[in-house]
């Protein structure tokens, strides 16, 4: 099998409070997958995103990003990873929209008429095309959701980590959503997707993760892993309304 593209070697994360987000991971993910993780709330689903890109330290362990620890990797990390934050406020810093979603190529360094195109291209995927002059903080929750998608798709990342990316969402925002997974599934991209809601999006994962606890209970082709599901995982199976997994799509 190829290198990894990352690798997380036993990690750990304890709070000074004693409480523990990561139980001891050990993970390899491979360029151009659609995994997704899976868990009840306070499995540590954001915890391992964010130690992913570097964001959080964890307290044992080590994580590889194409061979390279982290610290070593920090650069090509920023530019070849994106991730779309849970907390969708603490990740818009635009005074508007089109503003929000060019920072990130303006941080790459490209030209002012290349982020045009790249702005104009991400907020149109997301059905915002016609709210480029307002305030975010003036985007109901939904819009936000989709302005932070939109952010990310504009750097064009070869991987996405997407973090409870239908949340807030109504039928027509969970649709667009997953017309940019699929898209970017089709260019051969890694996405990345945690979520418990699997009846919106299993249908396009190559490989399941469970996680509770802070432990992978479980990780394999997403109909087998459903098949050894058990109920203290907190993790529904979506088949209870999706005869089967290739169904479980919102998606026509
Ligand atoms: N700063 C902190 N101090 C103490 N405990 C924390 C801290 N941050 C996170 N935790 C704990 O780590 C665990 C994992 O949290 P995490 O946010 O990763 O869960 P999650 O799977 O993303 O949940 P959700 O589905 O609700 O988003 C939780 O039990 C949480 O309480
Ligand atoms: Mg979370």
Redesign the pocket.
């Known amino acids: 099998m190829a290198n990894p593209l990352f690798s997380v070697k036993n990690l750990v994360?304890v709070?000074?409070?004693g409480?523990?987000?990561?139980s001891g991971i050990d993970l390899d993910l491979y360029t151009g997958e659609c995994v997704i993780i899976a868990?009840?709330?306070?499995?540590?689903?954001?915890?391992?995103?964010?130690m992913l890109l570097g964001l959080t330290d964890p307290t044992e362990g080590e994580i590889r990003f194409q061979g390279l620890p982290l610290d070593d990797t920090e650069a090509v990390l920023r530019r070849e990873a994106g991730l779309v934050f849970?907390d969708t406020d603490a990740q818009i810093i635009g005074e508007t929209v089109v503003e929000d979603v060019g920072f990130g190529p303006k941080n790459l360094g490209f030209f002012k008429e290349e982020i045009r195109r790249r702005v104009e291209a991400a907020l149109t995927a997301v059905g915002l095309a016609d709210k480029g002059d307002y305030p975010p903080r003036r985007l109901s929750g939904g819009e936000k959701r989709r302005l932070v998608v939109a952010g990310v798709l504009a750097m064009g990342c070869e991987t996405m980590i997407l973090?409870?990316p239908f949340a807030n969402l109504d039928w027509p925002g969970v649709v667009q959503v997953l017309r940019v997974i699929r898209d970017l599934k089709q260019a051969g991209k890694t996405l990345i997707i945690?979520t418990?809601e699997l009846e919106k999006v299993l249908a396009f994962a190559d490989r399941l993760i469970i996680?509770t606890?802070?432990l992978i209970r479980d990780d394999g082709p997403p109909e087998e892993v459903l098949n050894r599901l058990q109920d203290t995982y907190g993790v529904r199976d979506p088949r209870f309304s999706y005869a089967r997994v290739e169904d479980c799509t919102w998606l026509d």
């Open positions: 994360k709070f000074p409070n409480n523990r987000g990561i868990g009840a709330n306070g499995s540590g689903k954001t915890l391992l995103a964010e849970q973090d409870e945690l418990h996680l606890q802070g």
